[in-house]
């Protein structure tokens, strides 16, 4: 059990904090200067520790000892700023400064960096929830308060920010963890099979009916039951609902029998419910039975610093089913930075997914990304090859067998290039074998003197035709003394 522990040395003013502590319901120790360091390195479960203020020097070094408890100084104190000595309290001790401070001290072991209280398990259960965002720590902090508990809990926000992911993990914090969790989407199942779906049916309740069959709620006896997209759900099933809520009971359609309901029921849903309770869409005794615990699932847009995290773990996943992963440049993180997303969380997976398809194992820029998601100036880079490789390539081309793809070109130009090429080609190496430098020459002579007249001399077409660079064949009729003839 926690406690309020008091270092004092004055046995009177101990046993009046400790009365005033009382009256607050609050538990006590009380202890002296010699042993406080010793207690507080032992029994870290003190929830406020108050100190008598006249030695500052001994509160100085208790505070600096155990910067993970919060002190409040008793008395006159005249020391410097210390930043666990949350506050000062002068006697008498009233009852509404002493509950303020109190209140200082609880905050300071909430919010405290890395506490305890949130370790277990956060790695496991806020794998979903990733950012570090002030929104998305704030849904983790509800998350951990309210799952303990039986309360029923009402996930808002819009549609793809992640709201069964947070029903998932208020079951896995709650004593239910190991109990089924059942999800059930109220919008994709037709008004009419509804009932049926959620409580079960009787053999013979309607036509079609020739087994008994258990419901959801049946099935997630025990354990969580999430209703998402509950505003979708018609106004009659609402009646039959609330009565569940309320009576944990109900009974299958087309039987008399009640069955007791041990569920605990999350609903979600991104519609604006006390709107529809206006224009008479939705019950609103059902609504304050539902919204018990509302928690709300931020937007993407609202915490666009978490998506450089949030596309590591997606990628990671990914990474996991198909063993490829992709990479993003800092440029295209910045432009998915820029983006709206108003698809939010599922949007970007999606994104994601499509990218590792079309870039496996590759780096992501700003241009793979398609044209909607790019926001930020791409790094317009072209490639510039060595002369050697062009040539290379060049050559390689107009030697490479094109009888698959003649039957799809109709250019007759084209077509009495190629031959003029193939013509010059050998069809096999004479006997005496030939000089390969001077026949490449030559073949590179006859080419480019095609390519010039088909071009009507145009030096930058014939470039083209030829697949170099204009500055390229320049060159190559300097060397070989190649002008048109007067």
Not at 22 to 34: P, Y
Not at 192 to 201: A, I, N
Not at 321 to 338: R, V, Y
Request: glycine share 6%; proline share 5%.
């Amino acid at each position: 059990m926690s406690k309020v522990l008091i270092i004092s040395e004055q046995q009177t003013r101990a046993q009046n904090l400790t009365t005033v502590l009382a009256f607050l319901g609050e538990h006590t120790e009380q202890i002296g200067f010699s042993s406080a360091i010793n207690t507080l390195k032992n029994h870290p479960e003190y929830t406020a520790i108050l100190v008598d203020a006249e030695n500052a020097d001994l509160l100085g070094d208790l505070a600096q000892q155990c910067p993970a408890h919060p002190f409040i100084a008793i008395g006159g104190y005249q020391g410097g700023r210390i930043s666990n000595v949350v506050g000062v309290i002068e006697e008498p001790v009233t009852y509404p400064v002493l509950t303020q401070m109190l209140h200082r001290c609880q905050e300071y072991l909430s919010q405290r960096p890395a506490r305890q209280t949130s370790a277990v398990n956060k790695t496991r259960l806020f794998r979903s929830l990733v950012g570090k965002s002030e929104q998305i720590q704030h849904v983790r902090h509800l998350i951990e308060q309210v799952a303990p508990t039986e309360a029923n809990v009402l996930v808002l926000g819009e549609s793809g920010t992640g709201k069964e992911v947070v029903a998932r993990n208020v079951h896995f914090l709650s004593a239910r963890k190991d109990g089924p969790f059942i999800p059930v989407n109220c919008g994709a199942i037709p008004g009419e099979l509804l009932e049926s779906e959620l409580f079960g049916h009787e053999k013979g309740a309607f036509t079609g009916a020739i087994n008994a069959r258990k419901g959801r709620f049946e099935l997630a006896e025990g354990g969580t039951l999430f209703l998402d997209e509950i505003g979708d759900m018609p106004l009659q099933m609402q009646v039959k609902l609330l009565r569940v809520l309320q009576e944990r009971t109900y009974e299958r359609v087309g039987g008399t029998k009640p069955i007791k309901c041990d569920v605990r029921v999350i609903a979600a849903t991104h519609r604006d419910l006390e709107t529809m309770i206006s224009d008479g869409k939705f019950r609103e005794d059902l609504y304050y039975r539902l919204n018990v615990f509302p928690i709300e699932s931020p937007a993407l847009k609202e915490r666009k610093d978490d998506i450089p995290l949030l596309l590591q773990e997606l990628v990671s996943r990914l990474e996991t089913e198909s063993k490829q992963t992709i990479k993003f440049t800092e440029h295209a993180m910045a432009s998915l930075m820029e983006h709206h997303w108003p698809g939010n969380v599922r949007e970007l997976s999606n994104l994601v997914e499509r990218l590792l398809i079309l870039y496996p194992n590759k780096v992501v820029d700003v241009k793979d990304l398609p044209a909607k998601y790019q926001h930020v100036d791409a790094d317009d880079y072209t490639p510039d090859y060595p002369e050697e490789l062009l040539e290379r390539e060049a050559l390689n081309a107009l030697f490479a067998d094109t009888g698959d793809d003649d039957e799809f070109i109709d250019d007759d130009e084209h077509h009495d290039g190629v031959a003029s090429v193939e013509s010059a080609a050998l069809s096999s190496l004479p006997p005496d074998g030939i000089n390969l430098k001077e026949y490449l020459s030559e073949l590179e002579i006859s080419l480019i003197s095609q390519a010039l007249e088909q071009q009507e001399w145009v030096v930058a077409r014939a470039a083209e035709s030829l697949g170099m660079r204009r500055t390229t064949l320049v060159e190559k009729m300097r060397k070989y003394d190649i002008n048109k003839a007067e």
